[in-house]
């Protein structure tokens, strides 16, 4: 192994990196900010975001740079609320929109920092953000041509509608997602791949979508981690989870029909009616009045909390009320809430479909296979039933959930893989990184055996891009 000389200096793009908002936008300032503790980091970003960097203690001109692209950005927005039908907000539509317009978000970057990069002040640049692997890169060939290396990644999204659900993806409005398969032909495209010396996948589907040739170059690290300071990785010394207590299952995220709230609902009531299970779900959303209804419907009321969305900063309190979180998502292209609760030790039901199986190794949750909705509700029921009467397991799966946190995705963690690739783009390592695929699972280290995952057998087993 080759030693580092200095600090490494990275330019970063992370255009929607914000540190008040959620989703994609947390997602980047968390990496961003990871990473440049452990580098000479300078970070770029839209100039939207330029007062909540500043507020959270970012020297402007110092640790980052507002680049104004506001109007075209706002262009992007403006016409997918227009072409998006009434009652919701089409995110496929502005996706593809968004894509139209970053080019010049990057063009205004390369007048800004061009000279800057010709003169060697950076080691590298590093697009964090967007997160979608169908947005080129306008400077990439040009970086490619001045010799300064490109990181690209971690992209995540693609995950298909899985079969069975047409009547969801109708719902969803995802027409527009339809079209996402002509990029595959965009020369903009490939030519930004091309250029890239390190491209991270955050996912397997991704991950396939790199042209085979491509794939020395690429390395999987999902792009979701948890923030040891809104939920520290304290052990769980106690399980409340007993057979004579009911067993407390909830659920965090945006209630929409893809979430397959409803499918948990349909399976735990008549174990909620028993007074054997317990319901927390957390979030808000169009489905929400809907959810309320079938919880009436069902005769469940007194056994399901739906009081809306909780602040993240009281997330964690709130989910150490539980035994188990249920993610029945499925189109799922993160997962960041199946990390929280293994952070919290607290075991995760997931569908096998998306990033979320991705992130349970086994024994530290529980995979169900992607089969029809009647089939998950019976299968969900089957487990749920299991666990109220034997507790026990839930508490060393929580262990083990916890630990495979800890290891691979604080966002301390993350940062140090990140600077790993970034030591080996610039040859102070000689072999690339691999930490798996997915991270962390055992005898998993590259893609020709992918399809060898123990949870991922059809069968109950422990275990915003576009």
């Given amino acids: 192994m080759i030693s580092s000389p200095r600090r490494i200096r990275p330019l970063i793009i992370a255009e929607s990196a914000n540190p008040t908002l959620t989703s994609a936008a947390?997602?980047?300032?968390?990496?961003?900010?990871?990473?440049?503790?452990?580098?000479?980091?300078?970070?770029?970003?839209?100039?939207?975001?330029?007062d909540d960097f500043i507020r959270a203690g970012m020297v402007e001109g110092t640790d980052f740079t507002a680049i104004n692209n506001r109007r075209l950005q706002h262009l992007s927005w403006s016409l997918a609320t227009k072409f998006s039908r009434k009652g919701g907000f089409n995110w496929s539509l502005y996706a593809l929109f968004s894509n139209l317009v970053y080019p010049f978000f990057e063009r205004k970057l390369w007048q800004a920092f061009g000279p800057r990069l010709r003169a060697g002040e950076f080691d590298l640049v590093h697009r964090l953000l967007p997160l979608s692997p169908t947005t080129s890169s306008w400077i990439a060939p040009r970086l490619k041509k001045?010799?300064?290396?490109?990181?690209?990644?971690?992209?995540n999204g693609g995950v298909p509608w899985p079969q069975g659900f047409n009547d969801l993806r109708q719902q969803e409005r995802d027409g527009a997602g339809r079209l996402r398969a002509f990029y595959r032909f965009s020369p903009e495209l490939k030519q930004t791949r091309e250029s890239a010396h390190a491209i991270l996948t955050a996912s397997r589907t991704t991950l396939h979508e790199i042209p085979a040739h491509l794939r020395s170059r690429?390395?999987?690290?999902?792009?979701?981690?948890v923030d040891l300071e809104k939920i520290p990785l304290t052990p769980r010394t106690t399980t409340s989870a007993d057979s004579a207590k009911p067993l407390r299952v909830s659920f965090v995220g945006r209630l929409v029909a893809l979430k397959g709230v409803d499918m948990l609902i349909e399976a735990a009531a008549p174990l909620v009616r028993s007074d054997a299970v317990h319901l927390d779900i957390i979030g808000e959303g169009p489905e929400r009045e809907r959810l309320q209804v079938l919880v009436q419907?069902?005769?469940?009321?007194?056994?399901?909390?739906?009081d809306g969305f909780v602040p993240h900063a009281q997330l964690g309190a709130r989910l150490r009320e539980s035994d188990l979180f249920v993610f029945p998502s499925i189109r799922e292209f993160g997962g960041g809430a199946v990390l929280e609760a293994m952070a919290l030790g607290i075991p995760s039901i997931v569908l096998d479909h998306g990033s979320p199986p991705e992130l349970v190794p086994s024994g530290a949750g529980y995979v169900l296979p992607m089969t029809t909705r009647e089939d998950i509700v019976t299968r969900l029921r089957q487990l749920l039933t299991e666990l109220r009467?034997?507790?026990?397991?839930?508490?060393?799966a929580g262990e083990l959930a916890q630990?495979?946190?800890?290891?691979?995705?604080?966002?301390?963690?993350k940062a140090v893989q990140i600077h790993e690739v970034y030591?080996?783009?610039?040859?102070?390592?000689?072999?690339?990184?691999?930490?798996g695929t997915p991270m962390g699972f055992a005898s998993q280290t590259d893609d020709s055996d992918m399809s060898m995952q123990p949870q991922h057998?059809?069968?109950?087993?422990p275990s915003h891009g576009f």
């Fill in 26 to 50: 947390l997602v980047g300032w968390s990496c961003a900010k990871a990473i440049a503790a452990q580098t000479d980091a300078h970070i770029v970003t839209e100039w939207r975001n330029r």
């Fill in 146 to 155: 001045i010799g300064v290396p490109f990181v690209l990644g971690p992209l």
């Fill in 218 to 225: 690429c390395i999987f690290i999902p792009e979701n981690a």
């Fill in 297 to 306: 419907k069902k005769g469940i009321t007194g056994g399901v909390r739906m």
């Fill in 389 to 396: 009467e034997d507790p026990a397991q839930l508490h060393s």
């Fill in 403 to 413: 630990a495979h946190v800890r290891k691979f995705y604080s966002w301390e963690a």
């Fill in 423 to 435: 030591r080996w783009v610039l040859g102070h390592r000689a072999s690339k990184p691999d930490w």
């Fill in 457 to 461: 057998q059809p069968m109950l087993i």
